[in-house]
């Protein structure tokens, strides 16, 4: 197997299966084994705010979509106990909310405090947008305006943002010339591969995590489904 230089991976719940379902959740203590593979691997852990250049090193970012309640109170400690860091993705409109775009299966999302609390462990809250829609179904304008009320809502509360991610990971040119027009440098998308050279940073694609994703699932997704696809 070669060396995978730069893992993205997509998370977006964090606790057990009675509490969260399966859908879009991870369980702790998977998501620890995850954590501890690329740990003793010699990795290099950054936040998604950090991938504005090429790694020379092995490198790799742990991302949590939608800022659930669950992310924070089962997740970080994950990586607090591990000394790396994460970076979760807040829709600004929601916050202390729910996740209302899932109908039925919505859950609560962190309120403010939270939020605050992760970035000063050292983690990052980054850009998931205002309210959490299709950006590809809207006019640049349109999404200039998504990206740039949740970048003005996390400073006010206090939240540094350096990188934005796209919500169910769709977005078209339009998308990254409003992201361009909104001064960020990192996109964070979805995408069935790892990030090669080539990728702009502005469309960086990220591998879905899922809750049955046991080591060996996780390699066959990283590593050996980008290669049965060519």
Known sequence: MGVMKLVTLCYHKVG???????????????????????????????????????????TVC??????FISTIENGM???????????????????????????EL????????KLREVQAAGHEIGNHTATHPFLDKLDIDEQAAEIHACHSALQENGLRTDSFCFPYGRLNDDSVKALESCAYKVGLALGKRLPNEADPFLEIPRVVVAYGDAIPLLLYKLYVRPLLKK
């Open 77 to 103: 400690p994950v990586f607090d106990r591990h000394l790396v860091p994460m970076s979760i993705y807040a829709v600004s409109s929601l916050v202390g909310k729910t996740s209302q775009w899932e109908g």
């Open 16 to 58: 057990s299966e009675a509490a969260e379902g399966r859908r879009l959740n991870i369980h702790p203590t998977r998501l620890d084994s995850h954590v501890r593979f690329f740990k003793r691997r010699g990795y290099r852990f950054v936040k998604g705010g950090d991938l504005k250049s090429w790694p020379t090193e092995k």
């Open 106 to 113: 919505a859950r609560p999302l962190a309120d403010w405090d």
């Open 62 to 67: 742990f991302t949590f979509d939608d800022g």
